[in-house]
């Protein structure tokens, strides 16, 4: 996978705030397998947090990780900052904003980590 992406994908659907662990908003999860070519399959058991991203609306910090894994190590995840001392753990680890024409925008950066492949 390439790091430091940003695409611009058109969506008809509006984000959500997520505070805790869950599924991956419909715009990510399109980006994955339509963008980077993940078999829809491989997300069934990857999770994420996401908080706001500062003086933003529409933009969240998103990290995404496998929840499975994450119990076997025994982290409790209960939001975004919960990852901050197993990155190790995190699969990716970006951005994503929302606009209003319904089109969004997503970053991931160097945590870019393997994904589960089926």
Known sequence: MEKNETTVVSSNSKSHTIDKPGAIPWELRHYL?????????????????????????????????NFEKIAEQGVKVSDY???????HLVLLSGWYETFEDNSFLVKFGETEKCLPEI
Not at 41 to 58: A, F, G, T, Y
């Open 81 to 87: 900052a919960s990852l901050n001392n197993h990155m």
């Open 33 to 65: 397998v339509t963008e980077k070519g993940l078999d829809p399959r491989c997300l069934c058991n990857l999770k994420c947090v996401r908080q706001p991203k500062e003086n933003s609306k529409s933009a969240f910090n998103i990290r995404i990780f």
